[in-house]
């Protein structure tokens, strides 16, 4: 009998978002741009966007299994900002660089490839286009 596997992505999401929190620290989420996303266009970097949401930072934050949403300023003018929880690439603390990154997996084909080789206990090369060393950040007002 097979049963379809509920993403683990959104609970660790939750987790680390409480974490940082909880530690005085600022969470930061790095999210992968398209279509779906609904974020400033002007803000995005090579397909890519830094959120900070920290509570102090945004207001009506939401994170379900399927979506992050939340309003916030940028320049000045407050946005609803709507991301796929899958699009989320990373989340981490911004005073410790400490947190976890996502593996980003287009289609469904990806997935099952993926959950295929966690099954042959063999181990995921790593990410070639992941930098390496300790993330750093702008603050964007």
């Known amino acids: 009998m097979s049963v379809d596997a509920i993403p683990q992505q959104p609970y660790f999401l939750r987790a680390l978002y409480e974490w940082c929190v909880d530690s005085g620290y600022t969470p930061y989420v790095t999210v992968r741009v398209d279509a779906g996303c609904k974020v ?38 407050a946005q609803l900002i709507e991301v796929p929880v899958a699009n989320v690439l990373a989340i981490h603390a911004r005073e410790t660089g400490d947190g976890m990154a996502f593996v980003a997996v287009d289609d469904a084909a990806g997935q099952a490839e993926s959950a295929a080789a966690d099954s042959a206990g063999r181990e995921e090369s790593p990410d070639p286009d992941r930098p390496k060393g300790r993330p750093s950040l702008k603050l964007v007002k």
């Open 40 to 77: 400033p266009p002007a803000h995005v970097k090579e397909g890519r966007i830094v959120l900070n949401i920290a509570p102090a930072a945004v207001r009506n934050l939401h994170m379900d299994n399927d979506w992050l949403s939340f309003s916030a300023r940028f320049g000045g003018v």
